[in-house]
């Protein structure tokens, strides 16, 4: 059974930094790209980048400044560095894959970027 499990989000303050986890079972982690999306209120779900299982990595063009992605297979995880955090960073962050072509979400990590 495939999950994916996100955590590390929380009340930050401005400028500030978190590393968002996801921790992935029920598949062969390696074999898997995945993708990290947010979510903020009343907007639509939105790409921040992707992972390949070998560490190739792709940040959609507005992401790439303060947003990185990072995966260790041996813990099956993936990570997603956000620096600088601004209150638009607010939001419900996700990670996603793609198996044998459904799209499988975890339940989100808040991230709530205020003074």
């Known amino acids: 059974q495939v999950q994916l499990v996100e955590s590390g989000g929380s009340l930050v303050q401005p400028g500030e930094s978190l590393r968002l986890s996801c921790v992935a079972s029920g598949f062969t982690f390696t074999g898997y790209m995945v993708g990290w999306y947010r979510q903020a209120p009343g907007k639509e779900r939105e790409l921040i980048g992707t992972i390949t299982g070998t560490g190739h990595t792709h940040h959609v063009d507005s992401m790439k400044d303060r947003f990185t992605i990072s995966r260790d297979n041996a813990k099956n995880t993936a990570y997603l560095q956000i620096d600088n955090l601004k209150p638009e960073d607010t939001a419900v962050y996700y990670c996603?894959?793609?198996?044998?072509?459904?799209?499988?979400w975890g339940p989100g990590t808040q991230v709530t970027v205020s003074s």
């Open positions: 996603n894959i793609i198996r044998h072509a459904v799209n499988y």
